[in-house]
Nanobody
């Protein structure tokens, strides 16, 4: 079983910054991709950013230039540095982990951490 531990959410003013962390632990052969999704009330879940084990990153258009995703493969941890936060960034941010287990590729989700951007 794989467990994801998320941290770093909170309340910030517009223009502020937060740093989210997600650490994966448990039993798996290898990791393929880790990233962050977000979901606001009444909105569908959307991908914020993801990173492959090799380092290639994908960013949603609405966060490009503001957010930076990095990964520590040795620790199976991803970090999302969020700068220039906007009120529309307010959402529950969920860590996602795609990994390979005995049955092939599997997908795990964190419980989510609340990010609120408000003045």
């Amino acid at each position: 079983q794989v467990q994801l531990v998320e941290s770093g959410g909170g309340l910030v003013q517009p223009g502020g910054s937060l740093r989210l962390s997600c650490a994966a632990s448990g039993s798996f052969f290898s990791s393929n991709e880790m990233g962050w999704y977000r979901q606001a009330p009444g909105k569908q879940r959307e991908r914020v950013a993801s990173i492959l084990s090799g380092g290639f990153t994908n960013y949603a258009d609405f966060v490009k230039g503001r957010f930076t995703l990095s990964r520590d493969n040795a620790k199976n941890t991803v970090y999302l540095q969020m700068n220039s936060l906007k009120p529309e960034d307010t959402a529950v941010y969920l860590c996602n982990f795609v990994y390979r287990g005995r049955d092939g590729l599997q997908n795990s989700w964190g419980q989510g951490t609340q990010v609120t951007v408000s003045s």
